[in-house]
């Protein structure tokens, strides 16, 4: 059994290409969920049952299903009322997923900041929503850093997921030059390698914004 | 119209039998790294470390991808419900070896030497010492994991095993009802999950029976 690499070689721009796009598509999902699941946490936390219920049950529904099922739905299902681009479906898809799980967390660590905070800022002449957003928010985001980037650690894991409703990231053109050259066992372990690799510069940026954070916590 | 409901639960049931099995097999391989990393010979803890490290760096999808369709290549022929087992297991083990490494660092040090030096070797303050204050954390931390593994189970569809996402997709396909079948499926997850998380805390419950929580 010889293994020949040289086909790797030869279709790496379009792996290349295909490392852009699972990493654009990463940082769209990581502003979508981050930001969306702050939002959601607020929502749920400071407003009345009528609002954060239906909020809080999508949450929930997003959590107890698995991912590939939740993007099959979006995609194969709501695509039969309206057309929407698969990439379109993918970046949604895996917001909302990962929507839910910081909003958790955010809800938590919103929670943590003591409600003295609060009450300070409030005798100090700051209103309801100023004091969320000013006092509250910014404590609240340091607070969740470690968490936000261990889920953005794995939602990077998650992109290629998306290959399976034909989103063109790196296992999407990496099955399409398999289907030319018969290579699989050499693309799957270069498309490993080249995870992994993404992965060890991602905890190494994890570290990184954990000591930044760490003094303004 | 074909009736869905039977099918989804069929395949709902597969999605079971692959998870559990996973589990089962994992949760010996997650003790086996858990021995090497405390192992005597440096080159078993790199081992077990590095393993753990590429394991958990890699999207659990490529490693089907691998295993299924690159596994021929190396002589591993594999059919996919075995393929889906074995990753699966393979996949957890090195996830919830972390999960019992924390559990059992969780538990005083001075609780190891005290049994030490009252004369316990080091497998007996394992066995009668460590473990049973570690068993809390460990039961509800590899619970987690059951639930992700049942998540990600999802995932074996690709390599064509009939499971639960695999049947739900064919009939959103065949009946053109999306909403009904997402509807069924997604419940049968939640049934799965919940049925997992009721053990999970049964388990808990038995386990710290005579430890201060």
Redesign the interface.
């Known amino acids: 059994?010889e293994?020949d690499f040289t086909p790797v070689i030869d279709y790496f721009p379009t792996l290349l290409k295909g490392v852009g796009v699972t990493l654009l598509i990463g940082l769209a999902v990581a502003l979508l969920s981050i930001l969306g699941g702050q939002l959601v946490a607020v929502i749920s936390l400071y407003t009345r049952k009528v609002v954060n219920w239906p909020l809080r049950f999508f949450i929930w529904?997003f959590m107890?299903?698995?991912?590939?099922?939740q993007l099959?739905?979006l995609y194969?299902?709501?695509g039969?009322l309206i057309l929407i681009p698969a990439i379109v479906v993918g970046i949604l898809g895996l917001g909302f997923h990962y929507m839910a799980y910081n909003a958790d967390i955010f809800m938590a660590t919103i929670r943590s900041v003591s409600s003295g905070q609060y009450e300070a800022s409030r005798s100090l002449g700051f209103g309801h929503l100023r004091t969320l957003l000013y006092i509250i928010l910014p404590q609240a985001f340091y607070r969740a850093l470690p968490q936000l980037s261990n889920n953005m650690i794995i939602m990077v894991?998650?992109?290629?997921?998306l290959?399976?409703i034909g989103i063109g990231e790196l296992?999407y053109v990496s099955q399409y030059a398999?289907s030319i050259t018969f290579?699989?066992?050499?693309?799957?372990?270069t498309?490993?390698v080249i995870?992994?690799l993404i992965?060890?510069m991602m905890e190494a940026g994890q570290s990184w914004i954990e000591r930044r954070a760490a003094y303004r916590r | 119209m074909i009736d869905i409901t039977p099918l989804l639960v069929k395949a709902a049931w597969v999605t079971v039998d692959i998870s559990a099995r996973a589990l089962f097999f994992g949760f010996f391989i997650a003790a086996a790294l858990v021995v090497m990393r405390t192992a005597r010979l440096p080159p078993l803890r790199w081992l077990a470390r590095a393993y753990i490290s590429v394991v958990r760096g890699t999207p659990y999808f490529v490693q089907l991808l691998l295993v299924f369709y690159g596994g021929p290549a190396i002589g591993l022929r594999l059919d996919p419900f075995t393929c889906g087992v074995v990753v699966g297991a393979f996949n957890i083990g090195a996830y919830m070896s972390e999960a019992m490494r924390g559990a059992i660092e969780s538990v005083e040090s001075g609780q190891n030497e005290a049994s030490r030096s009252l004369g316990f070797g080091r497998l007996a303050t394992l066995r009668y010492i460590i473990l049973p204050q570690a068993a809390g954390l460990m039961i509800r931390s590899i619970g987690v994991l059951a639930i992700i593994l049942v998540k990600n189970s999802s995932l074996v569809s690709i390599i064509s095993v009939v499971e639960l996402t695999y049947q739900a997709q064919r009939l959103i396909g065949s009946t053109y009802k999306p909403l009904e079948v997402f509807t069924l499926s997604a419940l049968m997850y939640i049934v799965i999950i919940y049925a997992v998380m009721g053990m999970v805390e049964f388990l808990y419950r038995r386990a710290t029976r005579y430890t201060f929580r």
Do not use: Q, W
């Not at chain 1, 107890?64 to 099922?69: F, H, I, N, Q």
């Not at chain 1, 894991?157 to 997921?161: N, S």
């Not at chain 1, 290579?183 to 372990?189: C, K, L, S």
């Open positions: 059994m293994f529904l107890t299903t698995p991912l590939l099922l099959y739905f194969f299902g709501l039969e894991k998650d992109i290629a997921v290959s399976a296992v398999i290579r699989p066992f050499e693309f799957y372990i498309i490993a995870y992994y992965n060890l």
